[in-house]
């Protein structure tokens, strides 16, 4: 896992690449505390376990991953529709 911060509220969480579409996220702090968005949605009664996520982290780490910062594992492919293996 690499550190990412993001870019919006500056809260810092490791982070992992498996796929274009498969994210790994370690809060280093809790969620509702250091995420302007999860305190908000907090705010409106969600518990942070059933948030997906913080649309401006989840832009910070693409961005990671674009600039090299953060690798994708490039050996695992996305899963076809209707085609196993």
């Not at 969620?31 to 705010?43: K, L």
């Not at 996520?53 to 490039?74: F, K, M, Y």
């Amino acid at each position: 896992m690499e550190p990412v911060e993001c870019a919006s509220c500056g809260n810092k969480v490791l982070a992992e690449k498996f796929s274009p579409s498969h994210t790994s996220i370690q809060w280093l702090d809790d969620a509702e505390s250091a995420c302007p968005e999860f305190a908000r949605r907090a705010a409106l009664g969600e518990h942070s376990s059933w948030i997906p996520t913080c649309p401006a982290l989840r832009d910070s780490i693409e961005d990671a991953v674009r600039a090299g910062a953060l690798a994708t594992d490039q050996l695992r492919h996305e899963p076809v529709p209707g085609r196993l293996g």
